[in-house]
């Protein structure tokens, strides 16, 4: 125990292939660990008889053929689509609007308040605020519409998209919006041509991860939407079991498949065209 | 300040963008009122190729356009809209319940009779002919269900909703494996000791549970329906009886003794129990030959183990040779519920009508049309199951001796469940006893607990004296 | 910013107030209390503060957010950023990718994946380790959510760190291996400092989301009988199942209050070692590492 970090110590060279050494057995842990659960999804969809066990399959496409025949499976990536771009819409304009206000703007308590939405944000997002949810967007007149969805789901994680954004805004100097307007430009051209390009990664991460929250939500629009065919897919995919609640695994793993195709390219796009970064945290 | 009243119009200004988009949202799609032409609404936790997808195929492709061309052919222009669901079954009933609550949902909804006692109290749904009217108390249907079947639907003696089906529990049993043990192909045990004699004789088997007897929080209200309460109701006792509860009672160490024997002796798999998927594991091993004996509903029968192409999630191609059914014993003949010498639990779903609907006689016509000869007939075309009418049974019956020795022996001898609010938090206490003698609790300490949980649960007040 | 705050004021501060209100009902969804529910002030809050499920809840919540969220979405988030950060190639690619994917996938088809990998009959691990017949979901459920908990939200303290690590000057790091600093040296006295901001941003969002997340639910369902069932399946067991919408609304208000108290300890902590340590350190680059160069 005492002689062999010495000895390991004495020779940098054995030191270091020892660390490269545990460094890449530790990289394979990491690819195996994330890499094994995922080989179902990759496999099962392709399988003529899918279990739960991984196995290579026989070959063969007919359970996307039963996804197709589904009165409401294609319907339900749509609707998914429509509900999903919305709320990252309604939370990248007003979280980039609210978080460069919040950034600028100085009144007391501003940290205090953002914290406390923060908190608050986790009640509504849990299953007990569901009936006040329910009975406000019924309220409004809004039951059996994507709108409700997308202005629940945004009213929840705004905060935590402001929280993230906010980051971005105290890091851009104000020295160029000065300038900026030296120069006479309006506040929403020193929005447009000064702020987003600057905070572009943290909003494209925001985009990603609310789309992550939104795609995968069953509990909202199952309760606010009625018509069955405006239900998007995380709802549609609660459907795929049988009268005793037993998986019907050909459908369920060609649809898990596909719906989780479209957030993993938005996911690698997004990345590959803005990158993503972080500033430095919470500033205390 | 200027901050502040700019917030203020803001806010303003986006409520009334809301209210206005609302008021667009509401204005279409609803398209009555004018011209006489109506829409209908279904609702019901089944969907085309999904969850109970025989009853959605059913309604969407027979129902519907029978019924338009019908209400057509009358001069009435009704269009009739069919929202599926595919849910489990307490998030539908979350959703249903809010829609009722604030006054919208479908015309019809299909609803489980336990719930009935519930809604009722919650004047979500009222008494049928209060909703649709005096068609109601003159429809031809009821004389063709028995007191007992509607009972399933009905709450303090009045009927809320026309119930789909019916159903009754029985005690299956692989004749290969009883051959084996030496036991007789034509079983019938008459007191639970003879069922453990034979679980015991099966035990020698090599990788056959001897018994399955549903148990513990895992497989929910399976464990209740299919385990403790037909168990329970072979004591004589019932868990609700003259507007109290019982808690700890002789009957229920009694029941839970029987757990304790069953699991404590290894004749049952007390890890199945608690496995999420554990009732269907139970019913693909029943396929497979590994359990000797189980308690299930005739359900297990037409639907799990089904020979027929895509039906069954455990068909079994030689179901009619290999699977053997009995009545449950009580503990000791005549020691049942009301003396009886075996025993069942009954549930069943069934069909209500929405009070605020808009049109309500005109959807106590769809629903009794619904649930007309002609519509069964129908309904069980592609599988057979006990209807809830006589005259149709009476004919699809014939052809299933299973189902027609449920609807025959085992549908007069079935207790119900309460229909009270409190019923599924009591059925998690029953439930939560059983597993803690499966987990080696004694009978006595589980039943205590449990009194005390029920306590906690309908108040003190509510609860039998010295039971 | 208006707004924003009015869509917050309206579908979250509007609800979560409400939600505060019927905690201090009996209020259900059905039945006689749906119609008429009675207000029972604090009554919810000592039924729920003397029932040992609620403690156990906790309990398990507690170890569910310290090992699966701080300790373990944290550190390995950090390590697989730390590893990755002077790699390229696909072996990068693949690393981010499989974790990623991980995080983006649909919590739905997620907790199947793991229910598949672990099934007691036919599942890959147990096919794998040649344990045939282990229930690893009913024999280790408080694991099976911490690990499966681990597997999806790695990535997002993966993606936090990465760019943090990167915004760490190089000319420090440059400096301190120069004047001899070993990996753990160089990580305590640069890279650390640098990036405590982003180690509190992690550490706080981390805690409230593992804190609030409902997706253990979806594979083991709290069981068996309880035995992983945290504060936020605690909730839903009690109010959609059992009924009491009252009581699950109470506990909600319970539990952002141990979001609070928590929140507030990383703020004091953060603010008490940014005012010392941060002159420390100056002090300590300024004369120890800095210097040489």
Same mark, same amino acid.
């Not at chain 2, 300040?1 to 809301?18: C, G, K, N, P, Q």
């Not at chain 2, 929080?217 to 004589?236: C, D, K, R, S, Y």
């Given at each position: 125990?005492?002689?062999? @970090?010495?000895?390991?110590?004495?020779?940098?060279?054995?030191?270091?292939?020892?660390?490269?050494?545990?460094?890449?057995?530790?990289?394979?842990?990491?690819?195996? /660990?994330?890499?094994?659960?995922?080989?179902?999804?990759?496999?099962?969809?392709?399988?003529?008889?899918?279990?739960?066990?991984?196995?290579?399959?026989?070959?063969?496409?007919?359970?996307?053929?039963?996804?197709?025949?589904?009165?409401?499976?294609?319907?339900?990536?749509?609707?998914?689509?429509?509900?999903?771009?919305?709320?990252?819409?309604?939370?990248?304009?007003?979280?980039?609007?609210?978080?460069?206000?919040?950034?600028?703007?100085?009144?007391?308590?501003?940290?205090?308040?953002?914290?406390?939405?923060?908190?608050?944000?986790?009640?509504?997002?849990?299953?007990?605020?569901?009936?006040?949810?329910?009975?406000?967007?019924?309220?409004?007149?809004?039951?059996?519409?994507?709108?409700?969805?997308?202005?629940?789901?945004?009213?929840?994680?705004?905060?935590?998209?402001? /929280?993230?954004?906010?980051?971005?805004?105290?890091?851009?100097?104000?020295?160029?919006?000065?300038?900026?307007?030296?120069?006479?430009?309006?506040?929403?051209?020193?929005?447009?041509?000064?702020?987003?390009?600057?905070?572009?990664?943290?909003?494209?991460?925001?985009?990603?991860?609310?789309?992550?929250?939104?795609?995968?939500?069953?509990?909202?629009?199952?309760?606010?939407?009625?018509?069955?065919?405006?239900?998007?897919?995380?709802?549609?995919?609660?459907? /795929?079991?049988?009268?005793?609640?037993?998986?019907?695994?050909?459908?369920?793993?060609?649809?898990?498949?596909?719906?989780?195709? @479209?957030?993993?390219?938005?996911?690698?796009?997004?990345?590959?065209?803005?990158?993503?970064?972080?500033?430095?945290?919470?500033?205390? | 300040?200027?901050?502040?009243?700019?917030?203020?119009?803001?806010?303003?200004?986006?409520?009334?963008?809301?209210?206005?988009?609302?008021?667009?949202?509401?204005?279409?799609?609803?398209?009555?009122?004018?011209?006489?032409?109506?829409?209908?609404?279904?609702?019901?936790?089944?969907?085309?190729?999904?969850?109970?997808?025989?009853?959605?195929?059913?309604?969407?492709?027979?129902?519907?356009?029978?019924?338009?061309?019908?209400?057509?052919?009358?001069?009435?222009?009704?269009?009739?809209?069919?929202?599926?669901?595919?849910?489990?079954?307490?998030?539908?009933?979350?959703?249903?319940?809010?829609?009722?609550?604030?006054?919208?949902?479908?015309?019809?909804?299909?609803?489980?009779?336990?719930?009935?006692?519930?809604?009722?109290?919650?004047?979500?749904?009222? =008494?049928?002919?209060?909703?649709?009217?005096?068609?109601?108390?003159?429809?031809?249907?009821?004389?063709?269900?028995?007191?007992?079947?509607?009972?399933?639907?009905?709450?303090?003696?009045?009927?809320?909703?026309?119930?789909?089906?019916?159903?009754?529990?029985?005690?299956?049993?692989?004749?290969?494996?009883?051959?084996?043990?030496?036991?007789?192909?034509?079983?019938?045990?008459?007191?639970?000791?003879?069922?453990?004699?034979?679980?015991?004789?099966?035990?020698?088997?090599?990788?056959?549970?001897?018994?399955?007897?549903?148990?513990?929080?895992?497989?929910?209200?399976?464990?209740?329906?299919?385990?403790?309460?037909?168990?329970?109701?072979?004591?004589?006792?019932?868990?609700?009886?003259?507007?109290?509860?019982?808690?700890?009672?002789?009957?229920?160490?009694?029941?839970?003794?029987?757990?304790?024997?069953?699991?404590?002796?290894?004749?049952?798999?007390?890890?199945?129990?608690?496995?999420?998927?554990?009732?269907?594991?139970?019913?693909?091993?029943?396929?497979?030959?590994?359990?000797?004996?189980?308690?299930?509903?005739?359900?297990?029968?037409?639907?799990?183990?089904? =020979?027929?192409?895509?039906?069954?999630?455990?068909?079994?191609?030689?179901?009619?040779?290999?699977?053997?059914?009995?009545?449950?014993?009580?503990?000791?003949?005549?020691?049942?519920?009301?003396?009886?010498?075996?025993?069942?639990?009954?549930?069943?779903?069934?069909?209500?009508?929405?009070?605020?609907?808009?049109?309500?006689?005109?959807?106590?016509?769809?629903?009794?049309?619904?649930?007309?000869?002609?519509?069964?007939?129908?309904?069980?075309?592609?599988?057979?199951?006990?209807?809830?009418?006589?005259?149709?049974?009476?004919?699809?019956?014939?052809?299933?001796?299973?189902?027609?020795?449920?609807?025959?022996?085992?549908?007069?001898?079935?207790?119900?469940? =309460?229909?009270?609010?409190?019923? =599924?938090?009591?059925?998690?206490?029953?439930?939560?006893?059983?597993?803690?003698?499966?987990?080696?609790?004694?009978?006595?300490?589980?039943?205590?607990?449990?009194?005390?949980?029920?306590?906690?649960?309908?108040?003190?007040?509510?609860?039998?004296?010295?039971? | 910013?208006? +707004?924003?705050?009015?869509?917050?004021?309206?579908?979250?501060?509007?609800?979560?107030?409400?939600?505060?209100?019927?905690?201090?009902?009996?209020?259900?969804?059905?039945?006689?209390?749906?119609?008429?529910?009675?207000?029972?002030?604090?009554?919810?809050?000592?039924?729920?503060?003397?029932?040992?499920?609620?403690?156990?809840?906790?309990?398990?919540?507690?170890?569910?957010?310290?090992?699966?969220?701080?300790?373990?979405?944290?550190?390995?988030?950090?390590?697989?950023?730390?590893?990755?950060?002077?790699?390229?190639?696909?072996?990068?690619?693949?690393?981010?990718?499989?974790?990623?994917?991980?995080?983006? *996938?649909?919590?739905?088809?997620?907790?199947?994946?793991?229910?598949?990998?672990?099934?007691?009959?036919?599942?890959?691990?147990?096919? *794998?380790? %040649?344990?045939?017949?282990?229930?690893?979901?009913?024999?280790?459920?408080?694991?099976?959510?911490?690990?499966?908990?681990?597997?999806?939200?790695?990535?997002?303290?993966?993606?936090?760190?990465?760019?943090?690590?990167?915004?760490?000057? +190089?000319?420090?790091?440059?400096?301190?291996?120069?004047?001899?600093?070993?990996?753990?040296?160089?990580?305590?006295?640069?890279?650390?400092?640098?990036?405590?901001?982003?180690?509190?941003?992690?550490?706080?969002?981390?805690?409230?989301?593992?804190?609030?997340?409902?997706?253990?639910?979806?594979?083991?369902? %709290?069981?068996?009988?309880?035995?992983?069932? *945290?504060?936020?399946?605690?909730?839903?067991?009690?109010? *959609?199942?059992?009924?009491?919408?009252?009581?699950?609304?109470?506990?909600?208000?319970?539990?952002?209050?141990?979001?609070?108290?928590?929140?507030?300890?990383?703020?004091?902590?953060?603010?008490?070692?940014?005012?010392?340590?941060?002159?420390?350190?100056?002090?300590?680059?300024?004369? %120890?590492?800095?210097?040489?160069?």
């Amino acid at each position: 125990m005492s002689e062999m @970090p010495a000895r390991l110590a004495a020779t940098p060279r054995v030191r270091h292939f020892v660390s490269r050494v545990l460094m890449v057995i530790g990289l394979a842990l990491v690819v195996v /660990f994330f890499g094994l659960p995922l080989l179902w999804l990759v496999t099962a969809p392709f399988d003529s008889v899918p279990t739960l066990a991984v196995s290579w399959p026989e070959w063969t496409l007919s359970s996307f053929a039963a996804i197709g025949e589904n009165r409401y499976a294609v319907g339900s990536f749509v609707n998914s689509a429509i509900i999903g771009v919305g709320t990252c819409a309604v939370v990248l304009v007003l979280g980039a609007f609210a978080s460069y206000a919040l950034s600028r703007v100085r009144i007391p308590g501003r940290d205090g308040l953002l914290y406390a939405l923060l908190l608050l944000s986790s009640i509504v997002t849990g299953t007990a605020a569901m009936v006040p949810t329910f009975q406000l967007v019924n309220l409004l007149g809004l039951i059996d519409t994507h709108l409700a969805v997308v202005l629940v789901i945004s009213g929840g994680t705004l905060p935590t998209v402001i /929280f993230i954004l906010k980051d971005f805004m105290d890091s851009i100097p104000k020295s160029y919006e000065e300038s900026a307007r030296l120069y006479g430009a309006r506040p929403w051209q020193i929005l447009r041509d000064v702020v987003v390009p600057i905070s572009r990664p943290g909003l494209a991460f925001v985009a990603v991860w609310t789309l992550v929250q939104v795609w995968g939500n069953f509990l909202v629009p199952y309760l606010l939407i009625r018509r069955t065919e405006q239900q998007p897919a995380a709802v549609l995919m609660y459907t /795929f079991y049988t009268e005793s609640g037993q998986a019907d695994l050909r459908l369920l793993s060609a649809f898990a498949l596909i719906f989780s195709i @479209p957030i993993i390219v938005m996911y690698f796009l997004v990345n590959r065209r803005y990158g993503f970064r972080f500033h430095g945290g919470i500033k205390s | 300040m200027v901050t502040r009243r700019r917030i203020l119009t803001a806010t303003l200004a986006s409520v009334t963008t809301l209210s206005l988009v609302a008021a667009c949202g509401s204005g279409e799609g609803e398209g009555e009122g004018d011209g006489g032409a109506v829409t209908l609404t279904i609702t019901a936790n089944a969907i085309s190729g999904g969850k109970n997808a025989a009853e959605a195929d059913w309604i969407r492709d027979w129902v519907i356009p029978e019924f338009e061309a019908a209400q057509a052919e009358a001069g009435n222009d009704v269009t009739v809209e069919f929202l599926e669901e595919g849910v489990d079954d307490e998030d539908y009933k979350t959703k249903i319940a809010l829609d009722l609550q604030s006054g919208e949902g479908a015309d019809i909804i299909g609803i489980d009779g336990i719930w009935v006692g519930e809604f009722a109290e919650a004047g979500y749904i009222a =008494p049928l002919s209060e909703v649709g009217g005096d068609a109601v108390e003159s429809w031809e249907g009821w004389d063709q269900m028995s007191e007992a079947v509607q009972s399933a639907m009905s709450f303090e003696d009045q009927r809320y909703g026309v119930p789909q089906g019916a159903d009754g529990r029985v005690l299956y049993y692989n004749k290969e494996l009883f051959a084996q043990a030496g036991l007789p192909e034509d079983w019938q045990p008459t007191s639970w000791d003879e069922v453990l004699e034979a679980a015991r004789s099966l035990s020698s088997l090599d990788g056959v549970v001897p018994i399955q007897l549903n148990a513990g929080t895992a497989m929910g209200e399976a464990t209740t329906m299919q385990g403790l309460l037909p168990v329970l109701a072979g004591t004589g006792q019932e868990v609700y009886s003259e507007g109290m509860w019982n808690g700890d009672t002789q009957g229920l160490r009694d029941a839970l003794g029987l757990y304790a024997t069953i699991y404590g002796e290894e004749l049952g798999d007390p890890i199945l129990q608690q496995e999420a998927a554990g009732r269907d594991n139970s019913f693909a091993q029943f396929a497979a030959g590994e359990i000797g004996i189980l308690l299930e509903g005739d359900y297990f029968w037409r639907s799990v183990i089904n =020979p027929d192409e895509s039906i069954g999630t455990a068909p079994m191609a030689n179901r009619d040779e290999v699977v053997g059914y009995t009545l449950i014993p009580a503990q000791s003949p005549g020691s049942g519920v009301e003396g009886r010498d075996f025993v069942s639990m009954g549930g069943g779903t069934g069909r209500v009508l929405n009070p605020n609907s808009e049109h309500p006689e005109l959807a106590w016509e769809l629903l009794a049309f619904m649930n007309s000869a002609e519509a069964y007939t129908e309904r069980v075309a592609g599988t057979v199951s006990i209807t809830p009418r006589d005259d149709v049974n009476a004919e699809v019956l014939a052809s299933d001796p299973m189902l027609t020795f449920v609807s025959e022996n085992v549908l007069p001898i079935n207790s119900y469940r =309460p229909g009270l609010a409190e019923y =599924p938090q009591v059925s998690v206490a029953l439930q939560e006893a059983t597993a803690a003698v499966v987990d080696g609790t004694s009978p006595e300490d589980a039943a205590a607990a449990y009194e005390e949980a029920l306590i906690g649960i309908v108040g003190e007040e509510n609860v039998a004296a010295g039971s | 910013m208006a +707004p924003a705050l009015a869509l917050i004021g309206l579908f979250l501060v509007f609800p979560a107030l409400w939600t505060i209100y019927l905690g201090m009902t009996d209020y259900r969804l059905t039945g006689l209390q749906a119609v008429d529910p009675s207000f029972v002030g604090l009554d919810n809050y000592g039924r729920i503060l003397g029932d040992p499920a609620f403690w156990r809840s906790l309990r398990l919540t507690l170890v569910f957010v310290l090992v699966s969220g701080i300790i373990g979405q944290s550190l390995l988030g950090f390590a697989i950023a730390w590893a990755l950060r002077r790699l390229t190639g696909w072996l990068k690619s693949l690393i981010e990718t499989l974790v990623l994917a991980a995080w983006v *996938i649909p919590a739905s088809v997620s907790s199947f994946l793991w229910i598949a990998l672990l099934d007691r009959r036919g599942g890959t691990l147990n096919e *794998i380790l %040649g344990t045939e017949g282990t229930a690893w979901l009913i024999e280790h459920p408080m694991a099976a959510i911490i690990i499966f908990n681990v597997w999806v939200g790695t990535a997002f303290s993966m993606l936090l760190f990465s760019s943090a690590l990167a915004a760490v000057p +190089p000319s420090q790091l440059e400096s301190a291996r120069m004047a001899g600093a070993g990996g753990w040296q160089q990580l305590r006295d640069v890279v650390i400092p640098n990036i405590r901001g982003h180690i509190l941003t992690n550490t706080l969002l981390i805690t409230l989301w593992t804190f609030n997340t409902f997706t253990p639910y979806l594979v083991t369902a %709290g069981g068996p009988n309880g035995a992983s069932e *945290i504060l936020a399946v605690y909730i839903y067991n009690t109010a *959609i199942p059992g009924g009491q919408l009252g009581v699950g609304a109470a506990i909600s208000l319970i539990m952002l209050l141990i979001n609070l108290v928590i929140a507030l300890g990383y703020l004091r902590v953060g603010r008490a070692r940014q005012a010392k340590p941060a002159d420390a350190t100056a002090a300590e680059t300024a004369g %120890g590492v800095v210097k040489p160069s």
